[in-house]
C-alpha cells in the first residue's frame, strides 16, 4: 500500500498526521544543548609552577625569576595566569629552600602552597606533585621563566589532558635544526616534523605521578615532564602554543617581556600577537 502522501509519509506519526520530527528536533537540540554546556563547563584542575633554578645562563646574583618584570616578580605573572582561571583545585609554587618564606610572603593566593624544589627541575616537579593535597584529576606543569603564558592556552592545553590525558603546549620549528657531534654536522632532522615544546605541559595526574615515580625508580633523567610520559608509553598530545610564550633565558629576553607585556596592556589582541610572532608585524 502507498502511504498517503499528506498523512501517512515518513517522519511522521500515523495517529491524526502528528508529526514526530519536532519531538526528534527537540531531543537533538536537547542533547546539543547539554554537549556544549559539557563543553563550556570548567574542568578541574591542579598547577605546578616551578621556579626553583638559579637561571645560571641569565647571570648576576638574584635568580631570573625573581628579577622584576613590569614592577614585579617574574613568577608573579604565571601566578596571575593560573590563579584566575575556573576549575584551579590546587596551586603549588616550586622554589629554591631559601626563597621560601619570600614567596609565601608575597604571594596572597588562597589556594597557593610553597614547596622547596630538588636538585634538578625533575626533582622540583615531583616534589610539587607531593604536595598536592586537593584531588584532580588533571595537573599542569608550567615553567616560572614563561611569565608570557595566555590564560587560554592553558584552559586549551588542560582540556587535551581531561580528553586525551596529555596536552603539552608547542610551536612548530621555524629553523633549520641541525644534529652536531664534536661541532660537525652528523644529521638534519625534516622540520616538518619537529616542534619547539612549552609549558604548561598538562597530564592526568595519575600518569605524571606514575611517570615520575617510575623514572625515580630507574634512575632517569628527562629535560621536561613530556619524556617522561612518553617513555612510560603514553602518548603525548600537542596542543598549539604562540611564539611569544618565550621562556626567559637571557638578559635580553627580559626586554622582550617587557615589550609583549607593554603591547598587551595597550589592549593588543592574541591575534594581533600570533601575526606578529610569525613575522608579519614588529612586536618589540
Known amino acids: 500500500m502507498v502511504p498517503d502522501r499528506e498523512h501517512g509519509s515518513s517522519g511522521t506519526s500515523g495517529v491524526s498526521g502528528v508529526s514526530r520530527v519536532p519531538v526528534y528536533h527537540a531531543q537533538v ?8 554546556a559539557a563543553a563550556d563547563a570548567p574542568i578541574p584542575f591542579a598547577a605546578v609552577i616551578v621556579m626553583a633554578g638559579s637561571g645560571a645562563r641569565f647571570g648576576g646574583s638574584v635568580p631570573k625569576v625573581f628579577r622584576l618584570l613590569a614592577g614585579e616578580p617574574m613568577w608573579a605573572h604565571s601566578v596571575r595566569a593560573f590563579g584566575a582561571l575556573p576549575g584551579l583545585t590546587a596551586l603549588v609554587l616550586v622554589t629554591s629552600l631559601e626563597r621560601t618564606d619570600e614567596v609565601r610572603a608575597a604571594c596572597s593566593h588562597p589556594l597557593a602552597v610553597v614547596v622547596a ?9 615531583r616534589n610539587g606533585l607531593a604536595a598536592l593535597t586537593a584531588a584532580s584529576d588533571v595537573v599542569a606543569v608550567h615553567d616560572a621563566a614563561r611569565p608570557l603564558i595566555r590564560p587560554e592556552t592553558i ?41 619547539g615544546a612549552q609549558t604548561p605541559q598538562c597530564f592526568r595526574t595519575e600518569l605524571l605521578v606514575r611517570a615520575h615515580a617510575a623514572a625515580e625508580r630507574e634512575g632517569t633523567h628527562a629535560t621536561d615532564d613530556a619524556a617522561l610520559i612518553e617513555r612510560a608509553g603514553h602518548a603525548v598530545h600537542i596542543v598549539h602554543g604562540d611564539r611569544w610564550n618565550v621562556k626567559v633565558t637571557e638578559a635580553g629576553d627580559l626586554a622582550v ?11 593588543a589582541s592574541p591575534e594581533a600577537e600570533t601575526q606578529a610572532s610569525e613575522g608579519r608585524e614588529d612586536l618589540a
Open 257 to 267: 617581556a617587557e615589550a609583549v607585556l607593554e603591547r598587551r596592556r595597550a589592549g
Open 155 to 195: 584552559l586549551r592545553a588542560v582540556r587535551s589532558a581531561a580528553e586525551h590525558g596529555s596536552g603539552l603546549v608547542a610551536v612548530p620549528v621555524s629553523d633549520t635544526i641541525k644534529d652536531v657531534a664534536d661541532g660537525v654536522v652528523v644529521g638534519t632532522p625534516d622540520r616538518g616534523r619537529l616542534w
Open 29 to 36: 537540540n536537547a542533547h546539543n544543548a547539554a554537549h556544549a
Open 117 to 125: 624544589g630538588g636538585a634538578r627541575r625533575q626533582d622540583s616537579v
